[in-house]
């Protein structure tokens, strides 16, 4: 069984900097690639940021130059770099990662991440 746990939420004011982790059980080489979304309420759940299993990166275009996602094999962990944080930042952060079985991806129980102005 796979899980994913998010850690690296928090508060912190405009300007500022978080880094998220999400550690994985299992090999994170079994996973065709690992990412994270985030959801507001009434808005609709986005893609961050994706890392596939080769290593390439992927942005939504509201964080490119501001976040970094990267991975430690070693350690079976995703990061996400977020610096120049802004208010529209504020969400709650889901790790994804999407399995080499089509259909079947896992997600972590979420952080928070709140900026403020």
């Known amino acids: 069984q796979v899980q994913l746990v998010e850690s690296g939420g928090g508060l912190v004011q405009a300007g500022g900097s978080l880094r998220l982790s999400c550690a994985a059980s299992?090999?994170?080489?079994?996973?065709?690639?690992m990412g994270w979304y985030r959801h507001t309420p009434g808005k609709q759940r986005e893609l961050v940021a994706v890392i596939t299993s080769g290593g390439s990166t992927n942005y939504a275009d509201s964080v490119k130059g501001r976040f970094t996602i990267s991975r430690d094999n070693a350690k079976k962990t995703v990061y996400l770099q977020m610096n120049s944080l802004k208010p529209d930042d504020t969400a709650v952060y889901y790790c994804?990662?999407?399995?080499?079985?089509?259909?079947?991806?896992?997600w972590g129980q979420g952080t928070q991440v709140t900026v403020s102005s």
């Open positions: 299992g090999s994170i080489f079994s996973f065709k690639a």
């Open positions: 994804n990662a999407e399995s080499l079985v089509p259909g079947v991806d896992y």
